[in-house]
Every structure is written in C-alpha cells, then in structure tokens.
C-alpha cells in the first residue's frame, strides 16, 4: 500500500518495514478476504496461486475455505515477507511459500485453476508484461480474482492521513501511472489492461465495508499505526524533524476520533473485486484456426 512504489523496493527496505507492522495489517485487511475468496468460486479442489501473498494470511484462509484435497501457492516478491508466511506452520503440500517477481517469473510445470491477488497486482512496473505472463500461469478457462482499491476518495482511512500530513510537510504528487495502492481507483484502466492481456468474461463488483485500522485499536494508536504503515509518510515527517511527527500524530489522533467505535477505529472503505478467466480451450484452438 506504499504508493509509487517499485518491484524493487518490496525486496528490501520496504519488505522489513511491512514485517514490522504485518499482524496489524493483516487484521486490518482481513475483512476483505471474504468477498475476494467467494469470487474465485471455489466449488471443487483446485490448485490455486495467490500474488503478492504478503505474510501468506490471505493464502491460509484461501487453504481454509477451499473443497479438501485443493492446494495453495503463495507467490511474493519480498523475502523477507515469505519467511514469514513460512514460519506460519501450515500442513506442507497444502499450502507453500516461495519468493517470485510475478511480472517474469515461469510458471510451474503445473498451472493453477485459480489465481487470486489481495492488493497485490497494483504495484508491477510493467503491467501488460505482468498480466500477460500471469495468464500462463492459468488453466484454459481458469478464473481469477483480484482485489484492488478503489478512489481516494472512496477510502478515507488512507485519504485523511494524506490530509493531515500535508498540512505539516509537502507530499510529492501521485503519478496515478506509477505503482501505488489506488492505481486502479478508476477500475476501467484495469479492465482495459487485462482485455489487452488476454483474459476473458471480466466484471468488477464492489465491496465497501468497514476497516478496523490496525486491527483493534484507540484513535491514538490507530494514529501512529496509520503514519508508520501507510505510504512514506513517517519518513517525510522525520525528515522534517520530530516535532513534525508529533504534530501529526496528535492532528491525526484528533481527526481519527470521530469514527472511534466501542474503543478502536473503523473507517469507510472501497474495494474493487475484479474477475474473469484464461480463454477456454476451445476458444484457443477456434483463435488458432483463424
């Protein structure tokens, strides 16, 4: 959720700075595992990859919710990050881990049925290469699932914070071309994405619900939680000096008040839930014989 951010830099710094905060993320995202697993439309054992897995949460509840007998795949650029989902203790043969850049990285020699991706697919350099080489990863009719944001404006647990630090440093504009969690706010640019790539039947259905921002936690917490995690923000205001910090921290604590609930934060959010499939293996072979 790092905006303008490259492959690159989930190997490295930004992997160990998820890490530092990955059970609050997690719990924190975790509402939106529902509708992203009911879409994949799991009705039979299946082997099925997720990109992007993060620490693997995502990929365990997938395993979770699948017909017995189905297998999970985790893919992830970030190192550091899969030697988390490794440590988690899953049954090995149900569910596996393994580092990947999913833009270029050859699919096994035994492709999935499904392919699934929590907020995972907005941060490729090179979008046309990746989607066209995910969809190899798919067996001919294969369906997928991947969960991205929507508008700024529809997700006010990320718009708020950029809000409040802008008034105390300058922020760099977004490149809405560059990797950034709200690539695809407009979700017709994905769309258009993957109709180039190849894949077929494509719908988006919304989600909107309520995140519990950093899990179960008080404005105040919810706060610091919000500038370590979300984008680059805490290093902006440490450029600018501790007092920076501090006075975001208490602006945002202020602002994060009002949607305090039975103790802890819980923001509007928007998710777009994109679908569709690998073309079947008969359209291939009628394309073949045009």
Not at 76 to 81: F, K, N, Q, V
Not at 182 to 203: C, I, K, P, V
Not at 238 to 259: I, N
Not at 265 to 283: K, P
Request: aromatic share 8%; charged share 25%; glycine share 10%.
């Amino acid at each position: 959720m790092h905006e303008n951010c490259s492959n690159s830099g989930w190997t490295a710094a930004r992997g160990e700075k998820w890490r530092g905060q990955l059970a609050r993320m997690e719990a924190m995202l975790a509402p939106v595992d529902e509708p992203l697993i009911r879409a994949l439309r799991l009705d039979a054992p299946c082997g099925i990859a997720e990109v992007g897995c993060g620490g693997g949460g995502t990929s365990v509840e997938i395993l979770r919710r699948a017909p017995a007998g189905s297998v999970v795949h985790g893919f992830d650029i970030s190192p550091a990050m899969i030697e988390v989902a490794r440590g988690r203790g899953t049954a090995p043969g149900e569910v596996a881990f393994d580092i990947a850049d999913m833009e270029r990285a050859v699919p096994p020699s035994g492709m999935y049925e499904r392919l699934a991706s929590r907020f995972g697919v907005m941060f490729f350099a090179d979008p046309p290469a990746a989607f066209r080489n995910l969809l190899r990863w798919l067996v001919p009719a294969g369906r997928f699932a991947f969960a991205v944001w929507g508008r700024p404006s529809d997700n006010p647990w990320m718009s708020i914070v950029r809000e409040t630090v802008s008034g105390i440093v300058d922020i760099p504009p977004s490149d809405p071309d560059a990797p950034g969690p709200f690539r695809y706010g407009d979700a017709s640019r994905l769309l258009h994405l993957l109709d180039e790539a190849g894949y077929r039947d494509l719908e988006v259905s919304d989600w909107r619900g309520m995140l519990p921002i950093g899990g179960e936690l008080p404005a105040e917490e919810a706060a610091e939680f919000a500038l370590a995690s979300f984008s680059n923000f805490a290093e902006l205001l440490l450029e600018a000096g501790d007092l920076a910090l501090r006075d975001a921290r208490a602006l945002l604590t202020q602002r994060l008040s009002p949607y305090q609930q039975d103790g802890f934060v819980r923001m509007d959010a928007r998710v777009h839930i994109v679908t569709g499939a690998a073309a079947s293996r008969e359209a291939v072979q009628h394309a073949d014989g045009d």
